[in-house]
């Protein structure tokens, strides 16, 4: 069935979303103990890879997103956003953690034909206090978004909540890149923009299923993307974090399919 142009999913696909969403839950999970200085980022991608692969699972990244004359597809398994990059890092052998980086893991996996799709920040060894507000402020944008994702309510009341939060703590966020509709496919309609007027936009109705994925920054909202096609970075070289949840709306509210089975979903020591 589809409400403006936005499917909407029965019980059994519920059922496929959940079990996709906690494959992606259970591999950020296990990152914690891995992610320290020294690590590289390609390491990190094995490790998914490797955890989706015993589950029977793939990394919908992998491959995915060629525009022919403009972007190669993506070369690796899972995204590695460090610092000031936005998302959409590239994990290479050469970038090693060091202590005091902050980083994104965004996984997203194929499970039964679903896509569970999910990110998190993790801290590498110790981080600041500066560091610190910035990565509790964008998991509280996150988690202000979910809060509003209900019937009734519309994209742009999900949009506004969140901007309005970044704002008050004096930070931007990031317009070029927004959540999607996700199912069968990775991508599809609705576009979550992480901004947006009280009020406006597609009313939500049970059985819809998408993403809220804020990407929040230190400094200025606006983003350049590397030579490499791929990587975002923010234009003033500010830091930037993003947490991501996969949900569905519900008659009385919505379903968190990669919810952490162990509160991990903020992995970060309290300061
Ligand atoms: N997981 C990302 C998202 O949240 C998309 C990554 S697309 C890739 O939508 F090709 F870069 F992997
Ligand atoms: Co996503
Ligand atoms: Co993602």
Known sequence: ?????????????????????????RILD??????????STLEINDFCKGIADNNNA??????????????????????TSKNEIVCHGIPSEKDILVNGDIINIDVTVILKGWH????????????????????KTTYECLLIGIRNAIPGKTLGDIGYKIQNYAKN???????????????????TPPSVLHYGNKGQGVKLK????????????????KTIILS???????????????????????????????????????????I
């Open 1 to 25: 069935m589809l409400e403006n142009n936005i499917p909407l999913y029965n019980k059994e696909d519920f059922k496929g979303m959940r079990n996709a969403g906690s494959l992606a839950a």
């Open 30 to 39: 296990e990152l914690k103990e891995i992610i320290k200085p020294g690590i």
């Open 58 to 79: 793939i990394c919908a990244p992998f491959n995915y997103g060629e525009i022919p004359g403009e972007r190669v597809p993506f070369p690796k398994h899972i995204c």
């Open 116 to 135: 569970g799709d999910s990110s998190r920040m993790f801290q590498v060894g110790e981080i600041d206090k500066k560091k610190y507000k910035l990565l």
């Open 169 to 187: 703590k004096n930070f931007s966020v990031v317009k070029e890149f927004c959540g999607h509709g996700i199912g069968k496919k990775f991508h």
């Open 206 to 221: 049970p059985g819809m299923i998408f993403t809220i994925e804020p990407m929040i920054n230190v400094g200025d909202w």
């Open 228 to 270: 490499d096609g791929w990587t975002a970075v923010t234009k003033d070289k500010s830091l930037s974090a993003q947490f991501e949840h996969t949900i569905g709306i519900t008659e009385n509210g919505n379903e968190i399919f990669t919810l952490s089975e162990n509160n991990s979903d903020f992995p970060i020591k309290e």
